[in-house]
């Protein structure tokens, strides 16, 4: 009999949380799943609609809106919380309200006596997860950004529709920023265990052609998307709910979430998303992968770019 219950606290109920939150209940992922947010009575209505489907669910949740006191014994808090830019207002701006906006999330989470894991989804979600790590002060291992996860899987889809395969086949990740500067490390990309640059084979330009614009693709994606419907949240719901699983099901899952880099490589000092191991601990490691010098050149801008968009926020 399972004693310890799996407990899940969200920060930030609106789209993106709510689709996690849905995606968490349909997937029986936790026991216990709390919904904070600054307006309390969106909370509440969340939480009282995701109750009303309980009677349909796979297992049985217990799922409330709470307070900031009920991290205490959750195993993660993710954060889901943002602010949208106003007119005018410039990037940085607007990052350093999120940081403000964070320091009134972080500093009651860690109050409380929360000694989990740290899960962010906000953009721009390496500086923020960054963020989240100085106002924690928690070991970087057990704070985790959901970084290119959702990026890799958009790959996988692409590349599993260009190759006729499924995407479960496909080992191929998104690394660097969640953002403009991320890249694949095509050298690092398999169908099964075969090179996928060596399936291009004959068809060589025209592949590598195709290869590029499924690159492009899912590096606008999301902006796409936002032209279409104004925000993207299924599918960031569904990337947090993988993370999720492979923590409180210690899993030792690679995926590739936003990690402190500590030498990995030749980066320090930075939030970026890259193959990583994912088990009950948070970041067990960050996968060594044999980068080409190009790609390592790729991941070296990436980081740069995040690092001076940090130094601007303190
Ligand atoms: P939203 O506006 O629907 O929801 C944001 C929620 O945060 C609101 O309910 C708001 O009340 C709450 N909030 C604001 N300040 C708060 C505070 N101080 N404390 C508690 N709650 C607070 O936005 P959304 O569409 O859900 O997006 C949320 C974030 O997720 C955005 O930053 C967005 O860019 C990001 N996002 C990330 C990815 C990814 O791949 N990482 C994908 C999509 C969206």
């Not at 953009?123 to 963020?131: F, Y």
């Not at 084979?201 to 936002?226: H, M, S």
Request: charge should be negative.
């Amino acid at each position: 009999m399972r004693v310890d219950k799996r407990k899940v606290v969200i920060v930030g109920t609106g789209m993106v949380g709510m689709s996690y939150a849905y995606s968490l209940l349909n997937q029986s992922v936790c026991d216990e799943l709390v919904l904070i947010d600054v307006n309390k009575t969106r909370a509440i209505g969340e939480a009282m609609d995701l109750n009303h489907g309980l009677a349909f669910a796979n297992a049985s949740m217990t799922i409330y809106a709470g307070e900031y006191s009920d991290c205490a014994d959750a195993d993660i808090v993710v954060i889901c919380a943002g602010v949208a830019q106003k007119p005018g207002e410039t990037r940085l701006d607007l990052l350093k309200r999120n940081a403000q906006v964070f320091r009134s999330i972080i500093d009651p989470v860690t109050s409380s006596g929360f000694n989990g894991i740290f899960l962010v989804a906000t953009n721009p979600v390496d500086i923020m997860t960054r963020i989240t790590c100085v106002l924690s002060g928690f070991n970087p291992r057990r704070v985790l950004g959901s970084g290119t996860a959702l990026d890799t899987a958009r790959l996988r889809y692409l590349l599993g529709e260009y190759l006729k395969v499924d995407p479960r086949n496909v080992h191929a990740y998104v690394m660097g920023e969640h953002g403009d500067s991320e890249f694949v490390p095509w050298s690092q990309a398999l169908l099964a265990t075969k090179p996928i640059l060596e399936l291009c084979g004959e068809n060589d330009a025209v592949c590598r052609e195709r290869l590029d614009q499924i690159e492009e693709e899912v590096r606008t994606a999301a902006y796409k998307i936002i032209e279409a419907k104004n925000a993207t949240y299924y599918g960031i719901g569904m990337a947090l709910t993988r993370i999720t699983k492979a923590i409180l099901g210690d899993e030792h899952s690679v995926l590739t979430v936003s990690a402190m880099m500590r030498g990995d490589f030749g980066q320090r000092d930075v939030f970026v998303g890259a193959p990583c191991i994912i088990n009950q601990n948070g970041i067990q490691k960050v996968l060594p992968l044999s980068l080409t010098d190009g790609e390592m050149e790729k991941m070296s801008k990436s980081c740069d770019t995040l690092r001076e968009s940090f130094e601007g926020i303190f």
